[in-house]
């Protein structure tokens, strides 16, 4: 996946004894190194039984300007001299996968799929089956769908990232996105009472690979149970994807090692309310390690204190313009 914003993209593979024994997907944002090649996930893939490479190492070896395939020998990395003045930030869901890795205060939830809706309903509370319930016998209404629902899409979410005091992505980053999935489906899912968008979601797959990318309510949504009804609809259309047209995925050296399909509801900080409401869910959290060598300004309190006080009309374009150089 690569959008309209000149990304260089590399694929960093290394090598022993004529066999590939490492890969490192990674990308060039032209601020960092960033090694997002799917969803929130990235990271350096192994062969079993193999130890994790320095990463400062393999980035000093390729070229800034240059993009694409790199064949790297395993001994020329052998080398303890693995400092670097360019910045990396690589998130994943293995540790072992990372030298100095840290643990962020971050995991990832997601369920298993089972075979139907009928067996996924068994498997939810009894609370959580009368809320999405009652959200089906009300007055509102899912659509599914693709680039004809942006503009719904993007009315809940740029005003929900504003009542989360972040930065929002334009509406241009989701046209390219949409435009430039090509390894699997990409729809919106918008909720509506009395026509007005009231929720609207993002569901992105690989193989059997399912993320709700990006998630947003309006304030008035709650008392319908909108986000109940919303999650609820994205694991029946994964179940029904799930039956027809893709093999599940097997994802070696993370936590996904065998073959199933999986819902995934994203990141979330650990005991926060967005952690606590995944958790009314059938979910397993499995912890993000982070490895960063340089200073995360999205952490700084009077950066945020700052952009609170902003009024939407000037958030809403100034975000847009910002968050590309978040990386």
């Excluded at 994807?241 to 999986?262: R, V």
Aim: proline residues 5%; positive net charge; hydrophobic residues 40%.
């Amino acid at each position: 996946m690569i959008l309209k914003i000149n990304w260089k993209p590399n694929y960093i593979l290394v090598f022993k004894a004529d066999e590939v024994c490492a890969i490192l997907p990674i990308v060039n944002t032209g601020k960092a190194w960033v090694s997002l090649p799917h969803f929130s996930y990235g990271g350096m893939l192994l062969k079993h039984g193999e130890k994790p490479f320095p990463v400062e190492k393999i980035i000093e070896m390729i070229s800034d300007n240059e993009h694409g395939y790199y064949r790297i020998d395993a001994k020329e990395l052998i080398s303890d001299n693995s400092i670097t003045s360019k910045k990396i930030f690589i998130r994943s869901l293995e540790e072992s996968a990372l030298v100095n890795a840290v643990k962020s205060e971050k995991v990832t939830s997601v369920i298993k799929l089972p075979n139907s809706s009928e067996i996924m309903m068994e498997m939810l509370s009894s609370n959580l089956r009368r809320k999405i319930k009652k959200a089906e016998a009300s007055d509102i209404m899912i659509k599914i769908g693709g680039k004809e629902l942006i503009n719904d899409f993007y009315k809940v979410y740029s005003k929900n990232i504003y009542r989360l005091n972040s930065l929002n992505y334009g509406i241009s980053f989701f046209n390219d996105l949409i435009d430039s999935w090509n390894y699997g489906s990409a729809n919106f899912f918008v909720a509506y009472a009395d026509e007005k968008p009231i929720g609207a979601a993002m569901l992105l797959s690989y193989r059997g690979f399912y993320e709700n990318a990006f998630f947003a309510t309006n304030p008035e949504a709650r008392k319908y149970y909108v986000s109940d009804f919303l999650h609820w609809e994205m694991i029946n259309n994964c179940i029904k994807q799930k039956s027809t047209h893709h093999s599940p995925i097997t994802i070696h050296h993370s936590p996904f090692t065998t073959h199933y399909s999986i819902y995934s509801f994203g990141r979330s900080t650990i005991s926060s309310g967005v952690y606590k409401y995944k958790n009314h869910w059938p979910v397993t959290n499995y912890p993000l390690y982070n490895y960063l060598n340089f200073p995360d300004f999205r952490k700084n309190n009077w950066l945020l204190n700052i952009w609170a006080k902003l009024p939407f009309a000037i958030t809403k374009p100034l975000g847009a313009k910002l968050v590309k150089h978040i990386y």
